[in-house]
């Protein structure tokens, strides 16, 4: 839940330009600064106005969020770096002054980003493994393994550390709980051989919540591994998309475009938003009455959590739309790509709209048409009823 976001419609504020051959990781709130990074820096800006703070260089690799710990010995920043054709490796430094805590190694890439819980720096990298660090030191204090690429950052509640690997296209993707102080595996969950784009999971509540890539949500039992209930989406899920849990409601947004909102309880669908462009990068941001996304067409749109209408969208910017993230009074939205940009929305006034989702208008439609056809059958029936009856009686008085 974000309830600082400003609400729409929404005007951008300002916008910083990454570089040119840079694209942007999804930003992260730290005490006065939105950080995120590139392919070869760490940079913070001022939310309020986009100014540059200060950048890091980091060795070259993918990209992928940061996570900050504001309190970690007056405050720490963890990220990851290389992994390129290399090892890769998980860095700690102070939001203060950006100098080095500590750094652990990596055989390969983090694709997905680390996660800071209970004193420890939980990551996931391209061969399966996940790491506990120890926060302070930087020392190993566990390792898991998993059947293929860890896909988003680990997700943690209670006592354990959950994570979705995905195993090629051949082989299934497994969700994994892990005992998040001895590494233990708990459970695991298969999905479908020869079936990839799992979101990342969600963890609160005792429950798990993932995006599979049969195309359905997932809820998930975090003690067991029981599967709860299951809800289609009607398409795969990127792994940098996870479920938002808000209000008693699961909202899930798949890479086809589709936005879903389902009860938490049961998985009974609320309602669902179908855009005509797909989002293979964002997540869901609920806001008060709004539900905010970001779409593979660089724009953002706002969906009223009540009826599931489209309320209001941005104009196009470059590049596709990772996580939003609320600052306040600005929403912040990474464009990913070459020359990717943070850009900064703020509220201003104007009109909204209340535009029908597609799925349901069609579905509208098909009834429409039916009860049209059924009205224009039940005419022509009649009308031939009628005009039978008139040639009976005319017969019955020739043979009268």
Partial sequence: MAPEAPGPPLTASWRFVGGAANTLSAPVLAPGAAVFETATAVMAVDPANGRRLWSTSRVTGPVAPVAVDPAGGGGMLVYTEGGAGGPGAVVAISLSDQKLRWEFSLPRASRGGPTIADGKVFVGTDDGSVYAIDEVGGTQAWKAETDGLVVGPPAVSGDRVFAVALGGSEAPGHVYAWD?????????????????????????????????????????????????WTRTASSVFGPGSAPAVAGGSVYALAAGGRLLRVRASDGAKVWDFLFDTGSGRSSPLVTGNMVYVGLDDGTVAAVSVASGNLVWQSHPE??????????????????????????????????????????????????????IAAVIVAFGAASFAALEARIRSRRSKGLA
Wanted: charged share 15%.
């Fill in 318 to 371: 470059r590049g596709p739309i990772g996580p939003l993230a609320p600052a306040g009074d600005l929403l912040l939205a990474a464009h990913a790509g070459r020359g990717g940009a943070l850009v900064a929305y703020d509220h201003t006034s104007g009109a909204l709209t209340d535009v029908v989702s597609p799925s349901r208008l069609n579905l509208i439609i098909a009834l429409l048409n039916f009860a």
């Fill in 180 to 228: 998040a102080e001895t590494g233990k595996q708990v459970w695991v969950v298969t999905q479908s051989p020869g079936l990839v784009g799992s979101s990342s999971p969600t963890a609160t509540g005792g429950r798990v919540y993932v995006g599979m890539g049969d195309g359905f949500v997932r809820a998930i039992e975090a003690s067991s591994g029981e599967t709860l």
